[in-house]
């Protein structure tokens, strides 16, 4: 299983990125997806999941309205649409799977909102 994510960078207060999430190895399709946060000094935090086929999502209240989670199971790929971004949402962004009782988690997209 392999998890590899991309699309972080540094971004304006107000501004947007989009989070890619690249996995291989397993069924795709057959596994709900998961995206965490952790910033500096703070634990990691669940931001967002959605349903092996996509039609369920959950949103951590602080993103709620903001960021969407999507995925292309053709692609095998998971998505964070990240917009109206701010300051506090700074952090190491992960991608994440619980696949047959085992943790697999990607290394990582460093996200910065600054001025």
């Known amino acids: 299983v392999q998890l590899v994510e991309s699309g972080g960078g540094l971004v304006q207060p107000g501004g947007s990125l989009r989070l890619s999430c690249a996995a291989s190895g397993f069924t795709f399709s057959s596994y709900a997806m998961r995206w965490y946060r952790q910033a500096p000094g703070q634990e990691r935090e669940l931001v967002a999941r959605i349903s092996g086929g996509g039609g369920i999502t959950n949103y951590a209240d602080s993103v709620k309205g903001r960021f969407t989670i999507s995925r292309d199971n053709t692609k095998s790929t998971v998505y964070l649409q990240m917009n109206s971004l701010k300051p506090e949402d700074t952090a190491l962004y992960y991608c994440?799977?619980?696949?047959?009782?085992?943790?697999?988690w990607g290394q990582g997209t460093l996200v910065t909102v600054s001025s």
């Open positions: 994440y799977a619980l696949i047959r009782a085992l943790e697999y």
